[in-house]
């Protein structure tokens, strides 16, 4: 057997790492395919990238840290495959009049029963759906910050917009995505 | 006084940013007030708080556990091979 490059076993590695990050990979992306190829590109960044690991942290959070970075590449492919980033979305706000800027009482967030035990995978699946039906452009943005992975410079240079556009986004990517969850779920 | 849109990006900001001291404030009164606000803020916490989920947290809910395909890994572990 040929000796290992740095002392990785690629076997070992695997072995070790690649079910939690598969898991991990699951909880973030729409698909089983999807969680697949991002842990295939993790590992072979880190084996690449494997003179950079300092031990500082541990390989795993090491390796998790590369992966939330190809989470990020998977939306960031998608949108640029995309052409359509207008939001057709309506701000659940009135306009004008007296109540401008107040809720419109049919959109408004209902009680949710939030203690009821919430099953993971449903709600996960919900949340996919309504992510999806983000604008591309939108949904990396919004991924970028979730996952904190970005901060507000990092993704503003990346999609090229403003600060405040940058705000605009992810407040109407949570009225968005809260509102579609509302509706799905209840 | 805040409006509601005012206040919910102010959620949005502190949810994934950060707001300043006086904006907590101004935000805090909003949702005492408001029980439209008040729901959208502990619900925008609820969907972070799953979007940020990590197998970790999930293990002691027993939820199932995914494994990654033999065959996946096999192909992973031979492309890494390779590229020893």
């Known amino acids: 057997m040929a000796t290992p490059k740095h ?3 690629p076997e070992q590695w695997v072995q070790n790492y690649a079910d939690y990050l598969y898991n991990y990979a699951h909880l973030k992306l729409p698909s089983k395919e999807a969680a697949e190829d991002v842990v295939q590109e993790t590992f072979l960044s880190a084996f690449k990238g494997i003179k950079n690991f300092k031990g500082d942290s541990s390989e795993k ?13 998977y939306y960031r492919k998608e949108a640029r495959r995309h052409e359509q980033n207008i939001s057709s979305y309506q701000l659940p706000f009135y306009d004008s009049g007296d109540n401008a800027n107040h809720w419109i009482e049919q959109r408004a967030p209902k009680n949710w029963d939030i203690d009821r035990q919430i099953s993971y995978d449903e709600f996960h699946k919900v949340l996919q759906y309504c ?10 943005v919004f991924i970028m910050k979730v996952l904190d992975e970005c901060s507000s410079d990092e993704v503003c240079a990346e999609v090229q917009i403003s600060a405040a556009n940058l705000w605009t986004i ?3 990517a949570r009225l968005q995505v809260r509102e579609c969850v509302e509706k799905k779920w209840l | 006084m805040l409006d509601c849109k005012s206040a919910t990006l102010l959620i ?3 949810l994934d940013g950060s707001i300043s001291f006086w904006e907590r404030i101004r935000l805090k009164t909003h949702l005492w007030n408001c029980k439209f606000c008040y729901n959208f803020n502990i619900q925008s916490e609820k969907i972070d708080a799953v979007l940020k989920v990590t197998p970790d947290d999930l293990t002691h809910k027993c939820r199932h556990q995914h494994h990654l395909d033999a065959k996946k890994k096999q192909e992973i572990i031979d492309k890494l091979t390779e590229n020893q």
């Open chain 1, 61 to 73: 959070t090491w390796l998790v840290s590369i992966l939330k970075r190809r989470i990020v590449d």
């Open chain 1, 7 to 9: 002392g990785i076993d």
């Open chain 2, 12 to 14: 949005t900001k502190k």
């Open chain 1, 170 to 172: 992810m407040h109407r």
């Open chain 1, 131 to 140: 992510l999806s039906l983000l604008p591309p452009k939108h949904r990396v």
